[in-house]
């Protein structure tokens, strides 16, 4: 299995399937996966065992430093971001500087590459931290993960480190207000005997009730396009994502289909 993690706390900028041109923002350790999922389909890996002696997360000052120069150069180049996005190896809103990161990000953002979007891919599991939350507002593009609205498959797909509830992650993602962007991957396959499927009726079903509860801005739609750590995962078919999305779209909600 091949995993692919990000070697700088500033990287890019990619070409990013949801995002156009997009520099990177990694809060986490370059030197292994540190989230609290562990997605049998993350292509960053599974996390590991035990926490490896010597792990950081970048110090706030250092994130504003090497944003900061990364900016200006692309300020001079004339070829400034599409996007600015937190993602990288793990989840970015595990950081305890995030807020303040994020306060730090839009001030940069402003001076240097004003109409660059400041997007967040996170998976949804500190939405109980009202800081957490109102940090994720402030950002042009909150994108929460939600794979499934079955608990027992978010179990099966996410690995979260504790139990999920599906009806608090529904109310949490409902206070939003529609100012949020939902990101599902969809991908079936087996997994340690166990099939792993959720684009059934029951599972589409139940997640589409979720969305329209939830009423986001946008839906964000894909399947894995690189290793995943479990290997008997599949994509899902062009098709069968373009049919996901139009179901959506006859709800009224925008849909983003990356293949």
């Known amino acids: 299995m091949s995993t692919f993690l990000f070697d700088q706390l500033v990287f890019g900028p990619v070409h990013s399937r949801r995002l156009g041109i997009s520099l990177g923002i990694n809060l986490l350790p370059i030197e292994s996966k540190y989230c609290n999922f562990n997605c049998i389909y993350c292509e960053c890996g599974w996390n590991a065992d035990k926490r490896p002696a010597g792990i950081h997360l970048p110090k706030r000052q250092d994130v504003y430093s090497a944003l900061e120069k990364k900016l200006t150069e692309m300020q001079s180049s004339g070829e400034l971001p599409d996007a600015i996005t937190?993602?990288?190896?793990?989840?970015?809103?595990i950081h305890p500087d995030f807020p303040e990161i994020i306060d730090d990000t839009i001030s940069l953002r402003n001076r240097y590459a004003p109409e660059s979007k400041i997007s967040v891919l996170t998976n949804a599991t500190m939405l109980h931290r009202n800081r957490i939350v109102e940090a994720l507002k402030k950002t042009d593009?909150?994108?929460?993960?939600?794979?499934?609205?079955?608990?027992s498959?978010?179990?099966?797909?996410?690995?979260?480190?504790?139990?999920?509830?599906?009806?608090?992650?529904?109310?949490?993602?409902?206070?939003?207000?529609?100012?949020?962007?939902?990101?599902?991957?969809f991908v079936h396959g087996m997994y340690e005997g166990k099939k792993v499927d959720n684009t059934t009726q029951e599972e589409l079903d139940a997640?589409?009730?979720?969305?329209?509860?939830i009423?986001?801005?946008?839906?964000?739609?894909?399947t894995i396009a690189r290793d995943t750590p479990a290997q008997s995962l599949q994509k899902v078919s062009e098709q069968t994502l373009k049919d996901i999305a139009l179901r959506m779209e006859k709800q009224g909600i925008p849909v983003h289909v990356s293949t």
């Not at 937190?86 to 809103?93: D, H, L, R, V, Y």
């Not at 593009?141 to 608990?151: F, Q, T, Y």
């Not at 997640?207 to 509860?213: D, F, V």
């Open 141 to 151: 593009m909150p994108i929460l993960k939600l794979d499934s609205a079955i608990e």
């Open 86 to 93: 937190f993602a990288g190896n793990g989840e970015p809103t």
């Open 207 to 213: 997640w589409e009730k979720t969305i329209l509860e």
């Open 215 to 222: 009423k986001p801005r946008q839906l964000m739609i894909y």
């Open 153 to 185: 498959t978010i179990q099966l797909l996410n690995q979260p480190a504790g139990k999920i509830s599906i009806k608090k992650l529904i109310d949490q993602l409902k206070s939003f207000e529609g100012a949020c962007v939902i990101q599902t991957m």
